[in-house]
């Protein structure tokens, strides 16, 4: 009596590190650079642009902020925007089909 052999289908736990670790563990990375209860507090708070680029300066849109002279709400769109378009394409780029 043969022992049959394992099947491998999508999700076995036998393969998934191999072939899906790199891109689950850039998602739990872009996880950790989500925007907190406390940063959206402090955004609330904020009275003019220049306080939401000081307190954006402490996060991961610190280089995305650091290219713009003078801070204007579509600038900050967009820069937010090309920050999640990069990131995105990044990580499609990792992930197999």
Known sequence: MATP??????GN???FNILHGFPEAL???????FLADADYHHLTQCETL??????LSETD???????????IPTGLQKAAVEK???EFKY???QAIE
């Open 84 to 86: 999640l378009v990069t």
């Open 50 to 55: 220049d306080d939401v680029r000081l307190n």
């Open 5 to 10: 052999a394992p099947k491998s289908g999508p």
């Open 27 to 33: 998602v739990r990375g872009m996880r950790s650079s």
């Open 61 to 71: 849109y610190m280089d995305a902020l650091a290219d713009m002279g003078t801070l």
């Open 13 to 15: 736990l036998a393969t």
């Open 91 to 93: 990580l499609r780029t």
